[in-house]
């Protein structure tokens, strides 16, 4: 029994408790004199539990428990409710360790008596007040304690939890979460075998993420204003979530799970302009290793996979590789396919981020374009210009035109772009000089790339229907470069090699599905020569990721509808049990490559021109969505 001594004793801090909360949680939260809390616990429950949690006394604005003497948490209405809906003491979480609360101001700096958040620690798990949802849910300690510190680069913001944790098949742990103010939801997602966190999460809309205010922004003539794209996102269209997936060493971890917004590409300027030739330089590929490990630029040091490794487990590393320590020189110009030139080394470098803009070029020079071949088939010819062959000079409204994209970047791939810089003036002038250097330089930070990647190809490889639109999130593969044909040294992938882009709409199916675009261009490497000047034959690996998984036995379904040339196509399901994407794999088919002549391989001319290999290519569409 609880002694009269000792209820006399709580009787003042009751009554301060009790006025604190009922200004605290709103009127909405109450229901009169007597709470839900009050009349759950009886006083024959409260003699029960004395064992357990200590004294449990009701009030009007919550619960009190005192666990010893001098030892007290006081848990808000909506925390208290939670746990005692869950059991209370007996329930998985336990008895709770420290609870903390905060309230809604309104301008004039007075309290609008509303909990903006209320958090309770518990000895296994945490209880936290959403305000968007208007409830309380419980969650982990595991998954608390990696929510906790995938926020911690300030990467991520997962949000608070929407939902209880439940359990499924192949899966010991799903949570929903979701960012207030934001009304998609993201996931946390513990597989068994092996062991890993699948964890989503989505952009923030906003030109907050440019660099240059808007208002004072002089906008290219081929470039959406910002305005208008941050009004599309105003539709049932949103970017699909991007999922990322962290290996652990065991189902409670730790896992893996740093990232970094990277440092910018230094010196891009010093790739362009020193060397240029009265025509105009090619477009060098940014060189991912240090020249200095030795006297051949070929002598690279680490590839982009590796690259970007390194820029998340040693950022000051990367940036040292990243570092330009020389240039090219008239040896390496040319053909690639031309005995005695050292080709420029092909990287298959990967980005990821939201498209902002995607337009048709206004004007290209023509002599680096190539036209569509007379039997190309792919797409809808309905969605192209002028159909014949590209200006040498200047290509305006032609085919060879290029289709251009602008990424803002997720922030563990902002090391792309070319960081502004200085660099020495060319001794020649304009026209000599084709994008000469004025020793100072924008990088990706000028007016019109606004700390956007610039995406590049020739239009026709890109058919209507299948072009990217601004909110579509976005993977591509293709060559890294610092384009040399614009005076501001940005870095571009140029050309795109492949891409999936994808964005959530309600369809027929379901009122959540990812509607996914998979286009593999003919600048796929598909095969290279290695040092020894042996042919290999690669493949590429895409990712096609669904909507957040509703539940944790809700099943994955995808439809498919697949053209492709020259190309083996695998599908795959993963994780096999209860799989929560699928995995896209390409491979060049062997006889085809053998079978290839000079004029389809894929290589460099003497202006950074490419020449497309055009007998593979594919193009396909996907819904994946929940069941």
Known sequence: MISKGHLDALDIVLMTVGCFFSALISPGNSVGAASQAAERISPSFLEEQTGQCGYLVPFEGGVLVERAPGSKVMLPKPIADKWLAVGGPTSILGCPREASISKLFNAGGRSSHALKYAEATFESGHIIYNPTAGSAFYISDHFELLRRRLEQPALYNIGLPVSDPMSGEGISEWQLFQVPGNRSLNAMEMRIDPPTLYVTRHPVVSPAWFPIDPSSTEVHRDTQRIEDWVRDWATDRTASPKWEAFACESIVGPCDQTRYETPNFPRSGEVCGWTATPL???????????????????????????????????????????????????????????????PIFWYSTAAEGIVTNSHLSGSDFGATHRSMPPDWELGDPSQVYYRGPCNPVLAQGQLCNDWNLSLKLDPEFDYLLA????????????????????????????????????????????????????????????????????????????PIEAFVTSHNSATELSAESTLTNVILTSAWMGSRRDADGQMTVGTTVLNLYPPVRPTPDARLIIDQNLNRFGIETTIEAVPRENPNHFRLTLRMIVEELLDMTQGQRTGQGSYGDFFYANNRRLIGSFTLYWK
């Open 280 to 342: 105009g330089p090619p477009e060098w590929q940014p060189l991912l290793y240090a020249f200095s490990a030795g006297p051949d630029w070929m002598d690279r040091g680490v590839d982009s996979d590796q690259l970007h490794q390194i820029v998340q487990m040693d950022p000051l590393r990367a940036l040292d590789i990243m570092l330009f320590r020389g240039r090219p020189d008239s040896r390496d110009w040319g053909d690639v396919l031309r005995a005695g030139n050292r």
């Open 419 to 494: 960081a502004p810089g200085d660099c020495r003036p060319h001794p020649a002038p304009r026209p000599l000089c084709y994008a000469c250097c004025d020793s100072r330089f924008p990088g990706n930070f000028d007016e019109e790339d606004l700390g956007t990647l610039p995406i590049e190809i020739e239009q026709w490889q890109v058919p209507g229907g299948f072009r990217p639109e601004i909110g579509d999130r976005i993977m591509m593969v293709g060559r890294w470069i610092v384009d040399c044909g614009h005076d501001h040294w940005s870095t571009e992938i140029h």
